[in-house]
């Protein structure tokens, strides 16, 4: 019997710990509508975001307790013959510390039907890659939060530019 609880003991220590060091910045969904495309492309994102290299699907809160990416989709059915949905995603900064539901960053709006729900979903993922790198560059601050405990948590400063106004990039080139 000791021995299974020090097995479990170990197995959630270890697991705290890989949780600890994740660096990937946090990512929740927020869907409203009740589309069938919609409801699909909203599953297939978090999907997308489980499956990142750069973000970690976390669920959305209000008030959350850690800094956070929240994407909220808005869908409707345009074309019930098809199926087709309009779909505008909103990109927001939220934290504990920010009021409301967060900061506007930016939006986007697709056209999705049955057979293109994959690549409307993978399609937001490098509107959040430039979002995220946009914050990282405008509000160092508030991107720092993003990253708890990683590589540049204290350290990053936001890119400068050169003396012939090309920028200089103050992440290795590893982290590009």
């Not at 197995?11 to 994740?22: E, N």
């Not at 098809?82 to 960053?105: K, Q």
């Not at 400063?157 to 080139?173: E, I």
């Amino acid at each position: 019997m000791k021995t299974i609880l020090a097995a479990i003991a170990v197995c959630l220590l270890a697991s705290s710990l890989a949780i600890a060091q994740d660096t990937r910045v946090a990512v929740s969904v927020n869907h409203r509508g009740n589309d069938q495309v919609g409801q699909q492309v909203a599953a297939a994102l978090k999907q997308a975001i489980r499956g990142s290299k750069s973000f970690r699907f976390v669920y959305d809160e209000v008030a959350p307790s850690f800094p956070r990416i929240v994407a909220y989709l808005a869908t409707i059915n345009v074309d019930k013959d098809t199926g087709a949905s309009a779909i505008s995603t909103t990109l927001s900064y939220d934290s504990f510390d920010i009021r409301g539901r967060g900061i506007y960053l930016t939006s986007l709006v697709q056209y999705c039907t049955r057979l293109s729900v994959e690549t409307c979903a993978k399609g937001i993922l490098p509107y959040l890659d430039a979002t995220v790198e946009s914050l990282r560059r405008t509000w160092p601050d508030l991107w720092r939060t993003l990253i708890p405990g990683g590589e540049y948590a204290d350290l990053q400063v936001p890119d400068t530019l050169s003396d012939d106004g090309s920028p200089v990039s103050s992440l290795p080139a590893s982290s590009r």
